[in-house]
C-alpha cells in the first residue's frame, strides 16, 4: 500500500457514555455543514452533534437517519478525506441497511440528491447510492434474514489481499468472527468484529477482476 496517504482514522471516545460501543462512523462529505444539518432534521433525520469546526481541518456533525443509523457530515478544509480506497488495507465500500428502504432511500436523496440504482434479487432490495452517475455507496433492507434486535446502521468494507488470512490474522488479535468467509459474486468477504467490538467487513476482489 502507497505510504503517506489517508486511508481512515480512529479515536478513543472519552467523552462518551462508558457502556456507548465502539464502532465505525461513515463520514458523508457536504460543502456546507450547517445546511445539510438544516436538511437531515426536515427529510425526518436527528443532529446528534451540531456542526463544529475541527480546528483548520474541516467543519462536522454526527447525525442519524429515520431509521436510526448513525453517521457524520464533514465539510472538508484542510482534510479532504480519504486519500486511498479500493486498495488491500483501505476502505472500498460503505452501505446503509435498515428496515425500511423505501422511507430511508427518500431520505438521503432528500439530504443528498442521490441517484439510485438498482441491484435487488427476489426478496433482497438493494440499491447503489450514485452521484452524477458513479456509484459510491449502497443501501439496502434489513430483511427477515437479519436476527431482529439489529438495528439500522451503516457498514465499512475493507479491502484486503486474502480475506481466510484476514480473518484468521484478526481473530488470532483478539478480534472476532461474526460471519465466515463466503463468495459473492462482488468477492470473497467476511463480517468481523475488532478487538473493542466495532463491526465491519473484510472483502477479496474476485480474480476474475484484475
Do not use: C
Request: proline fraction near 6%; charged fraction near 20%; aromatic fraction near 10%.
Amino acid at each position: 500500500m502507497p505510504e503517506g496517504r489517508q486511508a481512515g482514522g480512529g479515536d478513543r471516545a472519552e467523552d462518551g457514555p462508558e457502556d456507548e460501543p465502539s464502532a465505525w462512523t461513515t463520514y458523508l462529505a457536504t460543502s456546507d455543514a450547517d445546511q445539510t444539518a438544516v436538511k437531515v432534521k426536515a427529510a425526518g433525520g436527528q443532529v446528534l452533534v451540531e456542526p463544529m469546526d475541527v480546528m483548520e481541518q474541516g467543519r462536522m456533525a454526527v447525525a442519524a437517519d429515520p431509521g436510526g443509523a448513525v453517521f457524520g457530515l464533514w465539510q472538508a478544509r484542510l482534510h479532504t478525506g480519504v486519500q486511498l480506497a479500493n486498495e488491500p488495507g483501505s476502505l472500498t465500500w460503505n452501505e446503509n441497511l435498515s428496515r425500511d428502504f423505501d422511507g430511508n432511500k427518500a431520505f438521503y436523496q432528500s439530504v443528498f440528491g442521490y441517484e439510485y440504482g438498482d441491484m435487488s434479487d427476489g426478496g433482497f432490495r438493494y440499491a447503489t447510492l450514485k452521484i452524477a452517475g458513479t456509484e459510491v455507496g449502497g443501501i439496502g433492507e434489513l430483511d427477515g434474514s437479519y436476527p431482529a434486535d439489529v438495528p439500522a446502521h451503516w457498514s465499512v468494507y475493507f479491502s484486503v489481499e486474502d480475506t481466510d488470512a484476514a480473518v484468521a490474522a484478526l481473530t488470532s488479535l483478539g478480534g472476532t468472527t461474526l460471519r465466515p468467509p463466503w463468495d459473492t459474486p462482488y468477492g470473497r468477504m467476511a463480517v468481523v468484529a475488532d478487538d473493542h467490538g466495532a463491526v465491519f467487513s473484510v472483502i477479496m476482489a474476485p480474480a476474475d477482476s484484475a
